[in-house]
Nanobody, 115 residues
């Protein structure tokens, strides 16, 4: 069974940074467009970043300029580095693998930005 397992969430102070990881199981991240999405309470899930199969990256407007998505095929993992965090970044962050009509989601990792 395909699994995406996120890690790296937690409590971060405003202005801080974090690095989220997404490890793939029974699938190869190199074969998918890999993305990070987030969902805050009472809000719709929104795009954070996507790295395509050819390694081009796209970012959501709310994180552009302070986030980097990367892929490590040897580790079969995808990472999201975020900086200059604010309380507005508080959300559950989900990893996604997409190829055509196939979508896999991780269980999510909570990120809370608070002093």
């Amino acid at each position: 069974q395909v699994q995406l397992v996120e890690s790296g969430g937690g409590l971060v102070e405003p202005g801080g940074s974090l690095r989220l990881s997404c490890a793939g199981s029974k699938m190869l991240v190199s074969r998918y467009n890999m993305g990070w999405y987030r969902q805050a309470p009472g809000k719709q899930r929104e795009l954070v970043a996507i790295i395509s199969r050819d390694n081009s990256a796209t970012y959501g407007d709310s994180v552009k300029g302070r986030s980097t998505i990367s892929r490590d095929n040897a580790q079969n993992a995808v990472y999201l580095q975020m900086s200059s965090l604010s309380p507005e970044d508080t959300a559950v962050y989900y990893c996604n693998a997409n190829l055509l009509r196939t979508n896999y989601w991780g269980q999510g990792t909570q990120v809370t930005v608070s002093s």
